[in-house]
C-alpha cells in the first residue's frame, strides 16, 4: 500500500489537471464565444424586445439570447469601475442593461419565475454598477412618478434673466398650456432669491436635483441637461434651454394662432420614434477627430445615421440639443446612457472630442440599437441681411453699423446674420436659441434686428429619391467676433433666404419689449 501512495498521488495529479483543463478550456470557449456573438445578439434582440407583445411567447433561440446577456451581465457587475473609459465595453454593456430592462418591467409575465429572478437581479446589480448617480431602487421609483406631458429647462444663476423671459414668452405671447418644471443642481447653482421668483410664476415648479439624484460630482453646465430630463416629472418631456424664443405663427380662419410647443407632440418623427431631435448648422471647424472617435466604438451604426452629412463628413456638427423631446417611458434606458456620457471619468473623455452635450443624446440612441429620428432641415439664421460683392470692402469689426458689418468675408454672396433657427416639419421656422441678443455672454443690451431667415434645405439630384447622402451642400457660416451670433450663406439664396412676415415680426416685436422690460425689474 505505502508504494501505490505516488502512484495515486500522480494519477490525483493528473485527474485534477484534466478537470481543470476542461474546465478553462470550456470557460475561455464560452467567454470567447459570448463576446464573439454579443453584438449580434443585441442585434437580434433590439426589435424583438422594443416590440414583443406580452401575448408573445419567447422561442428557444430568443431565452437561450437572454441567458447569454445574463452571462454578461455577471462580467459587467465584477468589472473594474476606476479603468479608462472604454466605449466598446460601454457600447455593448448599455445594449445588455436596455434589453434586459426591457424584458424585466415590460414582459416579465411571459418569463418564468426563475429567469424573472435572475433578469431582475442582473438588472438591479448593473444599475447600481453602471449609473452611480441613481438610489437605491430608485429605477422604479422615477419610472413610477412620471406623468404627463410638460416643458423642462436647466437653469442656474447665468441663465437665469434668459429663462425668466423664455418663460413669460411661452406664457403671455406663445400662451402654452404646458406645466414648466425648472430643474437646478443645488443653491450653489441657482440661489435662493431665484428659486423663490421662478416658483412664483404661472405653473412652474422648481425642482433641485441634488434631492433626487447622488453622487454629481462634477456634473454641471451642458453636462447637466439629460440629467434635468431624466429627474423631471413628466413622462412626456420637451426640454428647452433657458435662451429659446418660439417663433411660429399659424394662421386658421384669418385667426392668428401663436405657436405653442405642445405641437412637437403631433410631429411624425414624435409618434413614430417617441423623440423629436433637431441638426445643428452644417459647418466643418474645429480639429477634433469626432467622426472617427465616434466610427471607432460605433461598428454598427443605424442606416439613417450611415448617410447622414455627420458620418460622411460633411460636417462637423450633428445635434442641436436647444430642444430635445423624448417620451420617457419608451426611452428611459437610452436616456440613462446619454446621462453616462455626460459623467464623471466617460463625460469627461467623451467631450476630449465632441462639442458638449450636443451629440451624446443621438449617440445614446445608437448605442442602444433604439429608433430616434431628426427634423429634416438643418440649422439656418434668422436675423440682418449682409450682402458681400466684389466692389465691398471689408472693414474692421467695429460694428458700428449693422448694415455694413463685413466680419472680414472671403466669399462673396448673401447673408442672414443672428442667432441659430430651426424648422418645424413643414420647414417653416419655429424657434431659435442664443435669445435676441448680439451676444449673450457679454452686453445684454444690444439686439439682434430681425428682418429675414435662411433655411438649409435638404436637395436630391433630379433623377434620384429622397436621400441624405445627396443632399446639396452648399452652405456656408463665418462665425462673428465677439458675439454669440453667426452669419450663414445659403446654396439657394432666390429660395432659402426669406423676409419675415409681419405676424412673425410682431411676435419678435412682443419678445424684445419683454426683454426690456424684464432687464428693468429689480430682482432680475
Not at 441663465?159 to 425668466?164: E, H, I, L, N, R
Not at 400662451?175 to 410664476?201: A, H, N, W
Not at 458638449?356 to 440599437?369: A, Q, R, S, V, Y
Not at 463685413?406 to 462673396?412: A, G, K, M, Q, R
Request: aromatic fraction near 14%.
Amino acid at each position: 500500500m505505502v508504494r501505490l501512495k505516488p502512484v495515486l498521488f500522480v494519477l490525483v495529479i493528473f485527474a485534477i489537471g484534466g478537470f481543470l483543463h476542461v474546465s478553462l478550456r470550456s470557460w475561455f470557449s464560452v467567454s470567447k464565444d459570448m463576446f464573439w456573438n454579443l453584438d449580434e445578439v443585441h442585434r437580434e434582440l433590439a426589435p424583438v424586445v422594443q416590440n414583443l407583445s406580452k401575448k408573445d411567447k419567447f422561442s428557444d433561440r430568443l431565452l437561450s439570447n437572454i441567458k447569454l446577456l445574463l452571462k454578461h451581465s455577471e462580467i459587467i457587475i465584477k468589472s473594474d469601475i476606476n479603468l479608462p473609459p472604454d466605449f466598446n465595453a460601454i457600447r455593448q454593456n448599455s445594449r445588455t442593461f436596455s434589453q434586459l430592462f426591457r424584458l424585466r418591467y415590460n414582459f416579465k409575465s411571459n418569463l418564468d419565475n426563475t429567469l424573472i429572478d435572475q433578469i431582475a437581479w442582473a438588472v438591479y446589480k448593473m444599475e447600481r454598477r453602471m449609473y452611480p448617480w441613481l438610489k437605491f431602487g430608485q429605477v422604479g421609483e422615477l419610472m413610477n412618478g412620471y406623468g404627463g406631458r410638460g416643458i423642462v429647462m436647466s437653469v442656474g444663476n447665468k441663465q437665469f434673466k434668459f429663462a425668466v423671459h423664455t418663460i413669460m414668452s411661452l406664457r403671455g405671447i406663445v400662451k402654452t398650456s404646458l406645466p414648466i418644471q425648472v430643474v437646478y443642481r443645488g443653491l450653489y447653482d441657482l440661489s435662493v432669491d431665484k428659486v423663490e421668483f421662478l416658483s412664483g410664476l404661472p405653473d412652474v415648479t422648481v425642482l433641485d436635483a441634488t434631492r433626487i439624484f447622488q453622487e454629481m460630482g462634477g456634473v454641471e453646465g451642458w453636462a447637466f441637461k439629460p440629467f434635468a430630463i431624466l429627474g423631471s416629472r413628466f413622462e412626456e418631456a420637451i426640454f428647452i434651454d433657458a435662451d429659446v424664443v418660439f417663433l411660429q405663427v399659424s394662421v386658421k380662419w384669418g385667426i392668428i394662432l401663436e405657436s405653442d410647443p405642445v405641437n412637437l407632440f403631433n410631429f411624425e418623427a414624435y409618434k413614430k420614434t417617441g423623440t423629436v431631435f433637431f441638426y445643428d448648422r452644417t459647418v466643418n471647424v474645429g480639429k477634433k477627430p469626432r467622426h472617427a472617435w465616434v466610427k471607432s466604438f460605433l461598428s454598427d451604426p443605424s442606416e439613417a445615421l450611415k448617410i447622414s452629412r455627420f458620418w460622411n463628413h460633411q460636417t462637423n456638427f450633428m445635434q442641436e440639443s436647444g430642444v430635445v423631446v423624448v417620451d420617457k417611458r419608451r426611452a428611459f434606458t437610452e436616456l440613462l446612457t446619454v446621462c453616462m456620457l455626460n459623467y464623471g471619468k466617460v463625460g469627461i473623455e467623451a467631450y476630449n472630442h465632441i462639442h458638449g452635450d450636443k451629440e451624446t443624446f443621438w449617440l445614446g440612441w445608437e448605442l442602444n440599437i433604439a429608433p430616434y429620428q431628426f427634423i429634416r432641415n438643418f440649422g439656418g439664421s434668422i436675423g440682418y441681411i449682409v450682402d458681400v460683392s466684389w466692389c465691398f470692402l471689408p472693414k474692421k469689426n467695429t460694428w458700428t453699423d449693422l448694415k455694413s458689418e463685413t466680419l472680414n468675408f472671403l466669399d462673396v454672396g448673401r447673408y442672414v446674420c443672428g442667432p441659430l433657427l430651426h424648422s418645424d416639419e413643414s420647414g417653416n421656422p419655429m424657434w431659435w436659441n442664443g435669445g435676441l441678443v448680439f451676444n449673450k455672454e457679454g452686453d445684454h443690451d444690444r439686439i439682434v434686428e430681425f428682418t429675414h431667415w435662411a433655411e438649409d434645405r435638404p436637395t436630391r439630384r433630379p433623377d434620384q429619391p429622397f436621400r441624405e447622402d445627396f443632399w446639396d451642400v452648399k452652405v456656408g457660416w463665418r462665425f462673428v467676433p465677439d458675439s454669440t451670433i453667426a452669419c450663414m450663406s445659403p446654396s439657394q439664396v432666390k429660395t432659402d433666404v426669406h423676409e419675415l412676415s409681419k405676424f412673425q415680426k410682431t411676435l419678435i416685436f412682443e419678445n424684445v419689449k419683454l426683454w426690456k422690460d424684464i432687464r428693468i425689474l429689480p430682482k432680475i
